[in-house]
């Protein structure tokens, strides 16, 4: 059985009349086990293939081996499907009219979804949402499904649909599955992926080459099946009065969960968390309580992990008002760390924004403190990338030039690994 484990990072100290209270909310699972064999109920996976005809011969060949390759990593028993997007919805394995659109894993069905995949040919337009709608539809005609992933590769813009089609199919789908997302190429919008990917808690992130697409495949869904804990939620209490003015996934990338709260009761809040290998992830949360006065005590704030209503941690945050400014004025480390981390990525992607639509003086200040925020915080990765976009002159001062020249992958590497962040601990 899985185990998870609550750690609380804060500077429990308000100075006299002080309101808000930050924490860093520490949760890890360990012995999460293999999705649909260890955890309550069955796993389904879904593949869906970009075929439109901006696939091309290179793409589209290099993305059938991706799939085929990926399905050699979905355990038997898995309940699957593929889809072949383009305008349409296409169910391209299993051949089914009615009834269930998902079949389980086994040597015979691999091979079968692997001579579907083969007949894959690139024609039409690019219609995300229809592909989205038609997944939760094979999904749910699967009663059971407890761990729900779908791995969607595109290598263009969504253009044979309007944007609030899009933003209906993703709402459509909203707490239904998961969706790892990969664009190949240069050619795909990154604002409009990472718009489903974060909706539906999952990743976004660019695979410059057709040649890479095989083992990044192979990667998502090797990473699926070790989520054996499908589900899980935070709660977090707060005492009568307070307020949760943020919550916010920091780690290992930046999702603010803020609005996605439902109420389980009047104090208590449920924010989805999706499904759990072994690992650890990060949550910044922000309590306004009514003021107190110096010597008063409160629980700012009980988060708790829970899957299937089973609570099975706890973390506990703290207030004390103290009139000690020693106490009252130090900023956590871990508190600091990730706050930087935050505004690091919202300097990337307006930066970037900027860039594009020729602000260059817009531009040279977000990446001007993006470059110091990335120094500030040890973030090695968003500064090699920075540097491919960039020239630095001083990190610490957050003092740069715009390249003249930049390839357009780097541009779009930097965008997707703007919400990765680093760890403080090791």
């Known amino acids: 059985m899985a185990n998870f484990t609550a750690a609380v990072y804060q500077n429990e100290y308000l100075p006299d009349g002080g309101t808000d209270v930050n924490a860093i909310v520490n949760i890890t699972c360990t012995n999460a086990g293999v999705a649909g064999q260890t955890g309550v109920g069955d796993a389904g996976e879904i593949i869906i293939v970009d075929t439109s005809g901006s696939m091309g011969t290179t793409n589209m060949q290099a993305a059938k081996q991706a799939a085929m390759a ?69 999904f749910n005609s699967v009663p059971g499904l407890a761990n729900k992933h779908a791995i969607l590769l595109t290598d263009g813009e969504n253009h044979n649909e309007t944007q609030s089609q899009l933003s209906a199919a993703i709402g459509n789908c909203l707490g239904q599955f998961q969706v790892d997302c990969r664009g190949v190429g240069v050619d795909w919008k990154v604002s409009e992926i990472r718009q489903i990917a974060q909706a539906l808690l ?48 920091v780690s290992p990338t930046v999702e603010d969960l ?13 924010y989805p968390t999706g499904a759990w290998g072994d690992e650890e992830r990060d949550y910044h949360i922000c309590i306004r309580l009514p003021a107190k006065s ?40 871990e508190v600091a760390h990730y706050t930087g981390q935050a505004e690091l990525a919202h300097a990337i992607q307006e930066g970037l924004a900027a ?15 993006a470059v110091q925020l990335a120094s ?11 540097r491919k976009v960039v020239d630095i002159t001083d990190a610490a001062t957050g003092t740069i030039r715009l390249r003249k020249s930049v390839d357009k992958a780097d541009e779009m590497a930097l965008d997707t690994a703007s919400t990765k962040t680093t760890r403080i601990r090791g």
């Open 355 to 369: 860039k594009t639509s020729g602000d260059e003086a817009t531009a040279t200040i977000k990446l001007g403190r």
């Open 376 to 386: 500030e915080t040890g973030n090695l990765e968003a500064t090699t990338k920075l």
């Open 258 to 270: 803020t609005r996605r709260g439902t109420p389980v009761n009047q104090l208590t809040m449920s």
């Open 202 to 249: 999952g990743t976004v992130d660019i695979i410059p080459h057709p040649s890479q697409l095989g083992s990044v495949f192979q990667a998502l869904m090797s990473a699926s099946m070790a989520r054996g804990v499908s589900n899980a939620e935070l709660r977090v209490w707060i005492p009568q009065g307070a307020q949760v003015m943020f919550l916010k996934q």
């Open 70 to 138: 990926a399905l050699d990593f979905v355990v038997d028993g898995t309940f699957f499907a593929v889809i072949a997007g383009n305008h349409k919805a296409y169910l391209a394995f299993p051949m089914v009219q009615s009834g269930a659109g998902m079949v389980r894993m086994s040597e015979r069905t691999r091979e079968e979804a692997k001579r579907a995949i083969a007949f894959f040919r690139a024609d039409g337009g690019t219609a995300m949402g229809t592909w989205l709608n038609l997944a939760k539809s094979l």
């Open 294 to 333: 110096v010597g008063q005590e409160q629980l700012a704030a009980r988060v708790q992990l829970a899957v299937s209503s089973q609570l099975l941690t706890q973390g506990l945050v703290k207030a004390k008002w103290s009139s000690d400014t020693n106490l009252t004025a130090q900023i956590n480390p």
